[in-house]
């Protein structure tokens, strides 16, 4: 069984910068696996901020970009904000029958 | 502007079944895939189903859930049997567009099984 492994929690200051992983049991991660990150905040659903490795959308901040990093995929905040405390998963792409697998994502607290 | 709308939700006893159903609009249906989507309590989130050539599912739903949808009414649907406490979670359905770009998520619909 597949399993994508995501840092469980992390604490960053207000105005510093931190990275996010994602993992892959298989090994490295590519651009092949479609790498995707959300962010969910309490009592809301999950929202789309990047796609397929590195694409933003149109709400999607500034301050945050995907990358590839040491064969995992990686989110990155930038002048980290209060309001980007929340829980950020990443989502994985392998096609046959299970295509999409999530990480178990990563709570983001910021102090 | 885009949309998409989870419905069907609610109590169901362990063994019995419920239909979600996630009604969609501002876009061509036909042209994206949707995902179903599910958050059990305090937990992370899980994919769950997604049909376009073909179903798709994880392994925790196989054999009892089934997923369609029916481009003429904008909508995917998830038959859910034999529900099990471990299906406890909100629903979400999310789109995307073929090639691993997703955007637009529902709000969800709670599913609860007790007894």
């Known amino acids: 069984q597949t399993v994508v492994t995501q840092e469980p929690s992390l604490t960053v200051s207000p105005g510093g910068t931190v990275t996010l992983t994602c993992a892959s049991s298989t090994g490295a991660v590519t651009s092949a696996h479609y790498p995707n990150w959300f962010q969910q905040k309490p009592g809301q659903a999950p929202r789309t901020l990047i796609y397929?490795?590195?694409n933003k959308h149109s709400w999607t901040p500034a301050r945050f970009s995907g990358s590839l990093l040491g064969g995992k995929a990686a989110l990155t905040l930038s002048g980290v904000q209060p309001e980007d405390e929340a829980d950020y998963y990443c989502l994985l792409y392998y096609g046959g029958s299970h295509p999409w697998v999530f990480g178990g994502g990563t709570k983001l607290t910021v102090l | 502007q885009v949309q998409l709308e989870e419905s069907g939700g609610g109590v169901a006893q362990p063994g019995r079944s419920l239909r979600l159903s996630c009604t969609t609009s501002g876009f061509v249906f036909s042209s994206y895939v949707i995902h179903w989507v599910r958050q059990a309590p305090g937990r992370g989130l899980e994919w769950v189903a997604a049909?376009?050539?073909?179903?798709y599912y994880a392994d925790s739903v196989k054999d009892r859930f089934t997923v369609s949808r029916d481009n003429s009414k904008s909508t995917l649907y998830l038959q859910m049997n034999s529900l099990t406490a471990e299906d406890t979670a909100v629903y979400h359905c999310?789109?995307?567009?073929?090639?691993?770009?997703?955007?637009?998520w529902g709000q969800g619909t709670l599913v609860t099984v007790s007894s």
């Open positions: 999310v789109r995307e567009k073929p090639g691993g770009e997703y955007d637009y």
């Open positions: 397929r490795t590195s």
């Open positions: 049909v376009w050539n073909y179903e």
